[in-house]
């Protein structure tokens, strides 16, 4: 059964690999998913990576947060309503960014989700 569980989990461990940009696997065996349960008329997907997946791969975890701010570096225009979902990965090799923007008119949930597929 799958459950949804803070990123935060992920401080500590060693990721050997990130699939689409959203399935996690550690070196324990442990798969985890960043995902986003569709409810009818909401548009939520990954935009954008920062980072080298190689700064992240084979090192233990130092830095594992989420976050729902807006970027910065955004200049584009959004829907009626919108929401960023940002995953940041550090080990002592570098840093990974990985952003979401979920879009809608506002009735419907735009974030990204956390769960352990096993």
């Known amino acids: 059964m799958n459950k949804n569980v803070n990123f935060f989990e992920l401080k500590g461990q060693i990721i050997i690999s990130i699939e689409d ?13 960043i995902y986003h349960s569709q409810d009818c ?3 939520v997907s990954h935009y954008k990576t920062i980072g080298n997946l190689s700064d992240i791969i084979g090192y233990p975890i130092t830095l594992a947060e989420e ?5 910065d570096w955004y200049d584009g225009k959004y829907s009626d309503s919108h929401t960023w979902s940002a995953f940041f990965l550090e080990t002592q090799h570098g840093r990974l960014e990985l952003w979401f ?5 506002g009735w419907y949930g735009e974030t990204m989700e956390f769960q352990k597929l096993n």
């Open 21 to 33: 940009d959203s399935i996690i696997t550690t070196s324990t065996g442990d798969k985890y998913e």
């Open 41 to 43: 008329c909401e548009s």
């Open 67 to 71: 976050d729902n701010c807006d970027p």
């Open 101 to 105: 923007l979920g879009e809608s008119n």
